[in-house]
C-alpha cells in the first residue's frame, strides 16, 4: 500500500517497518556475541508468526541458514541499515513541557542514534534554562538556529494551538522530519515526513480492543 | 486480519479503528449543531482516501446521505460507540515522572472520556503528594487499591525494568487493558489487552520514512 523501494530495490511497507523496530528492540537486548537467534524466538518476543519473522527477514538478503538461525549482530545491522538508523540523526525539540522533558531522559532515543542537538521554548521564563545539557532557546530563533544546528528532525511538544507555526518554522529550517505529539493535524510539504503521536488516540484503540475483547467473549460459539 | 465482530455483527479492523479515531478529530473539531460535513472533507484532513472514509463509515450503518454528507454530531456518536468510548473508562497511572505528568494534563484524555482515578509511585518521596488533584499512593498497594477504585485500565509510565511486576499487580486487580509506555514487551494473559507505545519507535519509523524518501527521490524515473 505505502510500500516504498529499499536499498534493495524491494518495498518494504510501513507496516514491516514497525515490525523490524520491535525485531530489534528483542534482538538488541538479547545476544551474547556471535550468538544465533531464530526466527521463532523473536516470533515468541513480539507476538507475531513465526512465517511472518522469516518474510520480514528475508527481505532484507541473505541473513539466516535452515536451522541455524541468524547471528544476532549481524541481524541487528541489517535491521538497522533497513530502517536507516545505521548512522546517526539531528533532531531538535520544541516545547519543553513535561512530555519533553520525558523524551529528553528517554535514553531509548540516544541508543537508537537519535540526538538532540537544541532546545526550544516559547515561555521567557525557560529560556537561557539548561536541561540535560542543553540550554533552551526562544522559539523566535528556530528556523535560523535549527539550520545551523543542522537538525534534520523536529520533535513538537507544544500545544496544538502553536503547532502550525513552529512545524513551518521547523519546515524553512530544511527539516525532513517532523515527529508531532501535538494532537493537530499538521499540512506538511511533501518533501518533509511526518510521524503523529496521538496519546489520546492510543488509550481510545486499547479501549476499542478491551470492548472487542468483550464481545468476542460473548460470541455464540463460546456460550 | 485481527478483525473483530463489531456489534453490528461486522468486523472492524484495528487499522479502521485507528482511522476512526482520526476521523473522530476531525469532526468533533468542526461542526455547528445539524452541519452536514462530507466524506471528501473528513479525507483531505486526515490525509485518505475519500473512498476508505466512504467505505469505513458505511460499516458502522446508514449514517450518510448521498450528496448531502454526514450529520457532524451522529457522525460522533457512531464512531464512539464503535470505539467502546460511548461510556466513560476508569484508569489507574502508574509511575508519576514527567511522561506521567505530562499525560496526567493531556486534557485530551477526560475528553476522550477516560478519567484518571489513581496515581502510584514508588518512590516514597513523592507517595502522598498531589498531582492534577489525585494524591500519589504507593505502587505496594496497587492491587489493593486499583480494586477498590473500579479500575478498568492501567497507564504505565514506569522504567523497563519495573514494568513487569506492575503489569502482574495490575493484572491482579482486574483491569482489562494496559497502555504501556515501558520500552519492554509484556506478557500478559490473553483476557488482557495491551496498547504499546515506544516512543524511540516512533522516531524510528519517521527516519525510515526520510530514508525512504530519499531513495524516491532518487528513482531513476525522477532524474
Known amino acids: 500500500m505505502d510500500g516504498q523501494p529499499t536499498e534493495r530495490g524491494q518495498r518494504l511497507s510501513r ?3 514497525q ?3 520491535l525485531y530489534l528492540r528483542c ?3 538479547w545476544p551474547a556475541d556471535g550468538e544465533k537467534v531464530s526466527s521463532g524466538r523473536i516470533a515468541e518476543a513480539v507476538g507475531v508468526s513465526d512465517a511472518q519473522v522469516r518474510r520480514d527477514l528475508a527481505a532484507l538478503g541473505h541473513l539466516g541458514q535452515r536451522g541455524v538461525g541468524y547471528d544476532a549482530r549481524e541481524l541487528a545491522g ?3 541499515t533497513a530502517l536507516g538508523i545505521d548512522r546517526p540523526w539531528r533532531a531538535v525539540l520544541v516545547g519543553v513541557g513535561n512530555l519533553g522533558r520525558a523524551l529528553l531522559k528517554y535514553q531509548g532515543f540516544r541508543a537508537q542514534g537519535f540526538e ?3 532546545l526550544f521554548d ?3 521564563a525557560k529560556v537561557g534554562s539548561e ?4 540550554t533552551i532557546e526562544p522559539v523566535s530563533a528556530l528556523t535560523e538556529r535549527a539550520v545551523a544546528l543542522q537538525a534534520e528532525l523536529g520533535v513538537l511538544t507544544v500545544p496544538g494551538e502553536t503547532a502550525h507555526a513552529v512545524s513551518e518554522a521547523l519546515v524553512a529550517a530544511g527539516v525532513r522530519g517532523i515527529l508531532n505529539f501535538a494532537p493537530v493535524v499538521l499540512k506538511l510539504p511533501r518533501r518533509v515526513r511526518l510521524v503523529t503521536v496521538d496519546l489520546a488516540i492510543q488509550l481510545e484503540q486499547l479501549a476499542f480492543q478491551v470492548q472487542q ?4 467473549n460473548r460470541a455464540p460459539d463460546e456460550d
Not at 536541561?131 to 542543553?134: D, I, S
Not at 475483547?213 to 468476542?216: H, P, S
Request: aromatic content about 0%; hydrophobic content about 55%; cysteine-free.
Open 27 to 29: 534482538v538488541a537486548g
Open 19 to 21: 515490525r523490524l523496530s
Open 213 to 216: 475483547g468483550d464481545a468476542l
Open 131 to 134: 536541561v540535560e545539557g542543553l
Open 15 to 17: 507496516a514491516a517497518a
Open 116 to 118: 538532540i542537538v537544541g
Open 122 to 124: 516559547s515561555d521567557p
Open 78 to 80: 541489517a535491521i538497522r
